[in-house]
């Protein structure tokens, strides 16, 4: 910290640059003396073998810089690591955080004036991230001199790279006041991260990584198993009004007595691959267990009361979203035609609720998806259902109902459905298992519904659909420069709107994108791919295969350009599927 230190009381009292900060100019005075003094920059400052690195955020807030704070593994104790690993300890730094900014809070005032420290704060999901992660880092290489200067230490006497865990975060500087910035910066973070090394909780960091290989476990026995999620015994559904909280009071699901299994150790109830309806009254908890089966395809916290609701991690939501846009998707299994298009090859700027959730189906099968979860409240009614009366009343329709689909797409593509239906009992006579929702507990009525469902009129079924996609996407459109002006733009809104280039792209409907951080990636991989892809056909699905790989060996920073101002800092590692989903949105390219 003493050169940081330095730099600090060298700048201007009313700078709003902190230029000297970023370039971290030095003067180096190598170990072999046949070498000459050298000028390098180093952003990267320590205290002890603890490295902050500070970085511009960006041009329009250079007085909140990015502090990367990089901690030797060997002084939390920790030996084995892990995205959960990680996770944790994100979330037991916070408290220090909260700290650090008490004293600092006055409502009457703004950030700006009085300065303040982010962290990012994770809802119950466990996901990799780039506010913390661990990587092998350079050891500090030399010693402090004076007016700046530094003394390099022979390679033999440093070491080698060590691994460290990486902690991100930004902090607000107060405008026109250094003294106060020099205390943030070198005196009350560096001395919050000793104490968090301090009174760092080893046991609750095992206990992390314990729950993940248990959740590990149990996907693992999914994939090999008759079932497509697992619910355990105990766990709290219900979220809290307004946030991502489990409620307080909650009833704890139970599996029905019948159907309880036990999966590596735990007690509780699987969904059994096929067409499986939830049902039950309004209030009765039948959207919240839905809700809780998407949840399911990530790993969740401890605390979150989700924590052993485990689902196929292809799962796709499905929902009707008009006006989102559709290029070349065959949707002929469920639309046989359409004045002027070829449902085979369908495409629009403007995609009404039926023909949106044919192609969100069509699309998910096409991407591998071995799992659609629907809520009717979410759904276009004449995709869904056609009672006898309307059959008997219209005799043309082009419609073919998904109750009339959804047993073909499971026997002959291996695509599970759970359905919420609250209003109709077309599904009854095509489910596998009929569950009713009765005061947030869960009872099997399937005999019941199936006698029912023996009593309405079977359609004749259609002809088998042709369940394929044939399509590529074209380079042309696909750019994150706007036409005629030679900039790039690239935007991410908090209401999941993202914008590059030309393109707005609305990402609302995608249940698997549940944080902001998650959309901001969704915008810098698909910026990403448009800049560094100079192809006429182009295979997304692999160069994204791609991409992750080196994400995963080089961290979240390939991606990231501080370039754009609209664009918050942090980011969540989207599903493949859920950038792919986003690609399938864009209105200015071209599937050929």
């Avoid at 026109?176 to 080893?202: C, G, H, S, W």
């Avoid at 044919?358 to 629907?374: D, F, P, R, T, Y």
């Avoid at 399937?446 to 004749?460: N, Y």
């Avoid at 900039?487 to 993202?498: F, S, W, Y």
Wanted: proline content about 5%.
């Amino acid at each position: 910290m003493k050169r940081l230190k330095q730099m600090v009381l060298r700048m201007e009292t009313n700078t709003k640059t902190y230029k000297e900060m970023y370039e971290g100019r030095i003067f180096v005075y190598p170990y072999q003396g046949t070498m000459l003094p050298y000028e390098d920059m180093d952003n990267t400052y320590y205290r002890e073998d603890i490295g902050y690195r500070i970085e511009r955020t960006h041009k329009l807030a250079q007085d909140k810089p990015t502090i990367t704070v990089s901690i030797p593994v060997k002084h939390l104790g920790i030996t084995e690591t892990s995205v959960a690993g990680a996770d944790y300890c994100l979330r037991a730094f916070l408290p220090y955080i909260d700290e650090l900014n008490e004293p600092l809070y006055n409502r009457n005032r703004p950030d700006s004036e009085k300065g303040k420290y982010y962290c990012y704060r994770p809802g119950g999901e466990v996901l990799a991230r780039n506010s913390v992660y661990f990587k092998v880092c350079l050891k500090k290489d030399y010693t402090i001199g004076s007016g700046g200067a530094v003394y390099l230490i022979p390679p033999e006497e440093v070491g080698p790279p060590e691994l460290c865990l990486c902690l991100m975060l930004q902090v607000q500087l107060p405008e026109r006041n250094l003294r106060k910035t020099l205390r943030m910066l070198t005196q009350d973070l560096p001395d919050t991260v000793d104490r968090y090394i301090a009174e760092f909780k080893q046991h609750e960091y095992e206990d992390a990584l314990e729950l993940e290989k248990l959740q590990k476990d149990i996907r693992k026995w999914l994939r090999k198993s008759p079932y497509c999620a697992f619910l355990a015994n105990g766990s709290i559904l219900p979220r809290e009004g307004g946030n991502d909280l489990p409620m307080r009071n909650a009833v704890p699901f139970t599996a029905i007595p019948e159907e309880e299994i036990e999966v590596c150790g735990v007690k509780g109830m699987g969904i059994k691959r096929g067409v499986t309806v939830i049902t039950g009254g309004g209030y009765s908890g039948k959207s919240t267990l839905l809700e809780a089966i998407s949840a399911g395809i990530y790993n969740h916290a401890w605390g979150d009361g989700r924590e052993l609701c485990i689902t196929d991690t292809t799962a796709m939501g499905i929902m009707a979203e008009d006006g989102r846009s559709v290029k070349n998707v065959n949707i002929a299994p469920f639309i046989k035609w359409i004045p002027g298009q070829d449902t085979a090859h369908f495409s629009t700027e403007r995609a009404s609720g039926s023909t949106s959730q044919a192609a969100n189906i069509m699309e998910a099968v096409s991407m591998g998806s071995k799992l659609l979860l629907i809520d009717e409240d979410r759904s276009a009614t004449n995709f869904m259902i056609r009672d006898a009366r309307m059959r008997e009343l219209v005799k043309k329709e082009p419609i073919t109902p998904f109750t009339e689909r959804v047993r073909e797409l499971y026997e002959t593509s291996g695509v599970s459905t759970v359905l919420v239906i609250g209003g109709s009992g077309e599904y009854l006579s095509v489910a596998d298992r009929v569950y009713i929702m009765e005061d947030y507990r869960i009872h099997n009525v399937t005999e019941g519904a199936k006698r029912l469902g023996e009593t309405c009129d079977t359609p004749q079924p259609p002809e088998p659909a042709d369940w394929t996609q044939s399509r590529i996407l074209g380079g042309e459109g696909f750019t994150s420069f706007v036409p005629e002006t030679g900039m790039e733009r690239l935007a991410v809104t908090d209401v999941g709107i993202i914008y590059v280039g030309e393109e707005a792209i609305d990402l609302r409907m995608l249940s698997g994108l549940i944080t902001q951080a998650q959309r901001n990636a969704v915008g810098f991989l698909i910026r990403y791919l448009e800049i560094s892809l100079n192809e006429t056909r182009i295979d997304v699905g692999a160069k994204l295969e791609a991409l992750y790989r080196r994400m995963e060996e080089e961290g979240f920073d390939c991606i990231f350009s501080n370039y754009f101002t609209d664009c918050e800092r942090f980011m969540d590692l989207p599903r493949k599927e859920d950038v792919l989903a986003t690609v399938n949105r864009m209105r200015k390219v071209r599937f050929i």
